[in-house]
Nanobody
């Protein structure tokens, strides 16, 4: 079993920054992890991904502003979000990928508002 805890969301002004964390525990070996987000009335969007060997991928909408990284010693993946915009407001979810299994976190709310 895998347990996922997301944190770091909150209210931030446009242009501000937040760092989201996704901590995974359980029977863990090598894993990939994606960050998704979904705003009301919009489709779920993959924001960023990182493979077990550290390869990263970003959605065009966040390139140059968001950075995904991992600390394997802590089984934690981070999403550093800079230069936040109103359009970044959404619930952000971890999608933990290990072997043929996928697990979703509970989500953390990010609200960008003046």
């Amino acid at each position: 079993q895998v347990h996922i805890v997301e944190s770091g969301g909150g209210l931030v002004q446009p242009g501000g920054s937040l760092r989201l964390s996704c901590v995974v525990s359980g029977n863990i070996f090598s894993f990939d992890l994606d960050w998704y987000r979904q705003a009301p009335g919009k489709q779920r969007e993959m924001v960023a991904s990182i493979t077990d060997n550290g390869r990263t991928t970003y959605a065009d909408s966040v390139k140059g502003r968001f950075t995904i990284s991992r600390d394997n010693a802590k089984n934690t993946v981070y999403l550093q979000m800079n230069s936040l915009k109103f359009e970044d407001t959404a619930v952000y979810y971890c999608n933990f990928l290990q072997g043929r299994n996928a697990y979703w976190g509970q989500g953390t709310q990010v609200t960008v508002s003046s």
